[in-house]
């Protein structure tokens, strides 16, 4: 039975509407997680270590897409709730379409500064040519990565997250079969993992190009429009809060990178890498049920429906708490076994990544409520308090302890830095929520 946006949602239904995108996180980041396994497990420590270096600057190119998919579904999903349908399809068609420029233009120029980009990102010798040569070759594809990103959220409007679902499984099947025939039958080792995330990224986009092209059953198709440059500059700010979530932790990550090379080399760089890799499973919960319900509470929004508001903000509570506690205990748990996939070649390697995630993992337990508060203030159209969020628990906080408790705390101090910034990120997010819980009426 097909799930409306103007529906009210019990707990079963509210889980059942947002499970596609939580899968469908999953399958989009699937691309860094297939490339870490092919080129750790069969390519060698280096090629490894120069992916995790660059992957950072790779997914801060996707940033855009975060900005124009949250920003733009916010108001695209408030629009149709006050039934104004052709309007909303012009919207999204200019969203697109600006979208996919923007990627061009950072996509040129991101081939033309490869070398220096990974110069400033400390490479060097075998390390530096690697990262160069995946780098040009994923930026190459970076139009339809953002654009892949942008989709993610607009067919959650169109009230399609099951078809979003099914094109990422498809753009990550495509990537893994690839990774496997370019790496392992035909030995074209970090080129050929390049290419076959490239691929995996352009089908990703061009199927929902083709699908919104035509007339479909969705709530959104492709329209023609007018230039919207007052929508644009909304957009930019009501999902900047999103591309500052993403921008920030690309930046944290080269931060963190920096200091893993000064205190432990290479191997510190392949450990963050496969810590991110299995972080990228359990943020895929959080960032898949913001995504997913922010559409519902934007529409609800816009349809000036309290009653429904105030039954999402409750039940969004409940279950962040007990997912947050869930993930926690299974992340403990199930630590090993998930850092050995990549690292049971190298015992040092795998202590030291063990170690690194058992302590990283308690972030996980305050974790989701600050993914889920900056999307939700994104969802009501208020783009400062989100990026305020955002901008705090993703880079200032996180800036100052991992810039401090290294000092005290070595190896260790950098594994915790990220619990200590979510901490604080939790009592700002915290004080907003009781701040506007009456100019919203969610409670």
């Known amino acids: ?27 989009t980041s699937i691309y860094s997680i297939v490339d870490g396994f092919f080129i750790a497990n069969f390519v060698g420590k280096t090629p490894f270590a120069a992916i995790n270096l660059v992957m950072p600057v790779l997914m801060g190119v996707a940033t855009i897409g975060f900005m124009i998919g949250t920003g733009g579904s916010a108001i695209v999903s408030k629009t149709l709730g006050e039934g104004k349908t052709n309007l909303a399809n012009q919207y999204f068609t200019l969203l697109v379409c600006f979208a996919f420029l923007l990627g061009v233009v950072v996509s040129a120029l991101g081939f033309i500064f490869a070398e220096q980009l990974s110069a400033l990102l400390g490479a060097d010798g075998v390390l530096f040519e690697d990262c160069v040569l995946y780098a040009r070759i994923l930026f190459i594809a970076a139009p339809f990565f953002v654009l892949q990103f942008v989709f993610q959220s607009f067919f959650i409007v169109a009230e399609k997250p099951e078809l979003s679902l099914k094109v990422n499984l498809i753009a990550g099947i495509t990537n893994a079969i690839l990774d496997y025939v370019l790496i392992l039958v035909i030995p074209l080792e970090l080129t050929g993992a390049a290419i076959a995330t490239a691929i995996g990224q352009i089908v990703g986009a061009v199927i929902p190009v083709l699908y919104f092209a035509r ?25 900047s809060s999103e591309m500052v979530t993403n921008l920030s932790t690309s930046i944290i990550n080269i931060l963190y990178n920096f200091h893993l090379m000064n205190l432990a080399g290479e191997n510190g760089i392949a450990a963050y890498g496969v810590i991110m890799y299995v972080n990228i499973v359990f943020m895929a919960i959080f960032l898949g049920y913001s995504l997913g319900s922010a559409p519902i509470v934007s529409y609800h929004y816009g349809a000036e429906n309290t009653n429904e508001l105030k039954s999402l903000f409750q039940k969004s509570i409940v279950i962040l708490i007990i997912t947050d506690v869930l993930l926690v205990t299974v992340s403990e748990l199930v630590a090993k076994p998930l850092v050995g996939i990549f690292t049971s070649y190298d015992i040092e390697l795998f202590e030291m990544t063990t170690r690194g995630f058992q ?35 993703t880079f200032v906080f996180q800036v100052a302890v991992v810039s401090i408790l290294p000092e005290f705390w070595g190896l260790d101090g950098i594994w915790l830095s990220i619990a200590v910034a979510e ?15 009456k100019h919203y009426q969610y409670v």
């Open 423 to 437: 901490l604080l990120a939790f009592v700002v997010t915290t004080s907003f929520v009781i701040a506007k819980r």
């Open 359 to 393: 302590l990283y993992a308690l972030s996980f337990l305050i974790m989701g409520f600050n993914v889920w508060g900056s999307a939700f203030f994104t969802a009501l159209n208020n783009g400062v308090v989100s990026a305020m969020i955002s901008f705090l628990r």
């Open 215 to 239: 007339k479909n059953d969705s709530l959104l198709c492709f329209r023609r429009t007018p230039f919207y440059g007052n929508i644009l500059g909304h957009v930019c700010v009501n999902g």
């Open 1 to 27: 039975m097909r799930i409306q946006l103007s529906d009210h949602f019990t707990y079963p239904r509210l889980l059942r509407f947002v499970l596609p995108s939580v899968l469908m996180i999953l399958c």
